[in-house]
């Protein structure tokens, strides 16, 4: 399995507070991104990482921000939670086309995040 | 943008049937396609991908694929259902530009009759 670790995996938390959720890799890909996954919707890209200090916007980015100081962690934040962002969130990683590309996303196990 | 559509958000076959699972994607060029599957409770892996070689795809646990570009699909076969295929299963299209990114259909949800 790929070495990816969300923190929390759980979390309740209530309107208007902030929340971090981590990624952690230990595989030195270079792409990281996270995902939301809602029922009836899919998986829909919020935010991605194409190196150290290298972000772009998803397709859902409203409301999220991230941040990416070290090859291995990548951060989503909600600056003040809506009950809306209620979701699983998944983070993955992937290899580059120019290197070691295969194709695949790897992915964590998810973090489950509620707010009240 | 790069899009994928899966026709029909549940499934349910008989065990020892076919699974046919659809999915349709929007691009004039052919584009990377891959179907994951979901288990319970888990994060998402890679069943199969298509990257411009041979149309026919192969994947893990009996899976293939045909890309038909004159359908623009890529529908996921299996010629005989398990139990253990149930689960939730995404296709998913890569970006003309950024190839590394990818977006996911609504997913189809496969339940196997016993």
């Not at chain 1, 934040?77 to 983070?91: I, M, N």
Request: hydrophobic share 35%.
């Amino acid at each position: 399995d790929a070495g990816i670790t969300q923190s929390p995996r759980h979390k309740v938390t209530e309107t208007g507070t902030p929340v971090t959720l981590r990624c952690h890799q230990t595989e030195n890909h270079r792409y990281m991104y996270w995902y939301r996954q809602d029922p009836g919707h899919g998986l829909r890209l919020i935010h991605y990482s194409y190196g150290v200090k290298d972000t772009d916007k998803g397709e859902v980015s409203d409301g999220y921000s991230v941040s990416r100081s070290k090859t291995e962690d990548f951060l989503l934040t909600l600056e003040s939670a809506t009950s809306s962002q209620t979701s699983v969130y998944f983070c993955a990683i992937s290899e580059s086309r120019a290197t070691r590309w295969a194709g695949e996303l790897f992915f964590g196990e998810g973090s489950r995040l509620t707010v009240l | 943008a790069q899009s994928v559509t899966q026709l029909g958000s549940h499934v349910s076959v008989s065990e020892g049937a076919l699974v046919l699972l659809r999915c349709n994607y929007s691009s004039s060029v052919p584009p990377y396609l891959f179907w994951y599957v979901q288990y319970p409770n888990q994060g998402l892996q890679l069943l199969l991908k298509y990257t411009s070689a041979a149309t026919l795809v192969k994947g893990i646990n009996g899976f293939e694929a045909e890309f038909k570009k004159s359908e623009t699909s890529f529908h996921l076969t299996k010629p005989s259902a398990h139990m253990s295929d149930a689960a939730e299963y995404f296709c998913a299209v890569s970006d003309q530009i950024l190839v590394e990114k990818l977006t996911f259909g609504t997913g189809t949800r496969l339940t196997i009759i016993p």
